[in-house]
């Protein structure tokens, strides 16, 4: 069992066998950004192989320029990918996956694209192809640095096949200060063919965040409605009925490995976390570990 004094170990993702686990330790990393230190631990033996890449990034807001050292994921027991990314830039990046040997990433290549869209990375090639349109970018005044949820939010299912995301995107800059208002959900084949329309086109009021389940046959969203509290749905990527979360008030955690179940966070009236695990079958909840947080499972 590994402990990190200061506080860190907040776990990011597994290899694909499941050995390795990069955990952000919330360490400064020797970059000219910063942000939290990414160590990959070998659950084997225990070992720790510090790395100098970070999983989230900021800047003071008084530097030009800057470069973020950024983790995306690991690749398999012996790599992991990341970017060298330098700012301000003609072409521009924000949230990135891997899945089945590609790069997945929600940007634009150059800003003559005219807005984000999510592009898909051969990772064997190289090739870059420009997939479905996300909506209009910008960071609208990032406050804690770059990079900003500034496109409406996606996800690529497990084996790289499908894709869920708004339609419309944003038409006003979101960022880490600005919630803009929510818009459909569509799941599609990467390339936006076979698209349909999912929770039956109900919106939340502030934009939804989708996550596949790992089987990619259910999909958990969560928004923040006009009540100012956390909603969270699931609904079959077939559709059919929504099931809604009973007052989840804290955001959604993570989809057990066995697709059957979510955890999310539920935030007390003296600002304690307790996290909770609900499952799709006989939609109850049961609580977990009071004041532990950002579970990961294995498949």
């Given at each position: 069992m590994t402990h990190f004094a200061n506080g860190g170990g907040t776990p990011i993702g597994w290899s694909p066998s499941h050995r390795l686990l990069a955990v952000s330790t919330g360490a400064i990393p020797s970059t000219n950004g910063t942000g939290d230190?990414?160590?990959?631990?070998d659950t084997t033996n225990d070992a720790l192989t510090p790395t100098n890449y970070s999983y989230f990034n900021a800047l003071?807001?008084?530097?030009?320029?800057?470069?973020?050292?950024?983790?995306?994921?690991?690749?398999?027991?012996?790599?992991?990918?990341?970017?060298?990314?330098?700012?301000?830039?003609?072409?521009?990046?924000?949230?990135?996956?891997?899945?089945?040997?590609?790069?997945?990433?929600?940007g634009?290549?150059?800003a003559s694209e005219g807005g984000a869209f999510l592009h898909r990375v051969d990772l064997a090639t190289g090739q870059d192809t420009k997939l479905v349109a996300l909506g209009l970018a910008g960071d609208n005044g990032c406050f804690a640095g770059p990079p900003c949820n500034w496109t409406g939010p996606w996800d690529v299912s497990s084996v790289g096949t499908k894709v869920i995301y708004h339609h419309p995107g944003p038409t006003s800059t979101p960022s880490d200060i600005n919630t803009v208002a929510d818009t459909p959900l569509l799941v599609a084949?990467?390339?936006?063919s076979a698209a349909r329309t999912l929770f039956d086109g109900n919106l939340l009021g502030?934009?939804?965040?989708?996550?596949?389940?790992?089987?990619?046959?259910?999909?958990?969203?969560t928004g923040i409605p006009l009540a100012n509290t956390v909603v969270m749905q699931v609904q079959a990527v077939t559709g059919g009925s929504i099931i809604t979360v009973p007052t989840p008030g804290g955001p959604f955690?993570?989809?057990?490995?066995d697709s059957q179940a979510v955890v999310f966070n539920r935030?007390?009236?003296?600002?304690?976390?307790?996290?909770?695990?609900?499952?799709?079958?006989?939609?109850?909840?049961?609580?977990?570990?009071?004041?532990?947080?950002?579970?990961?499972?294995?498949?």
């Open positions: 230190n990414i160590v990959i631990i003071a807001s008084n530097s030009p320029t800057y470069t973020v050292y950024q983790f995306i994921g690991l690749m398999d027991d012996q790599s992991f990918l990341g970017a060298i990314m330098t700012y301000p830039a003609s072409g521009n990046v924000a949230d990135m996956q891997i899945r089945a040997g590609a790069l997945f990433y929600g634009y290549a150059s084949n990467t390339d936006g502030g934009m939804a965040s989708p996550a596949f389940a790992p089987s990619g046959a259910w999909v958990a969203r955690l993570s989809w057990r490995g935030y007390d009236q003296n600002g304690t976390i307790d996290p909770l695990l609900f499952t799709l079958a006989d939609g109850k909840t049961k609580p977990l570990t009071p004041g532990t947080s950002f579970y990961l499972w294995a498949a």
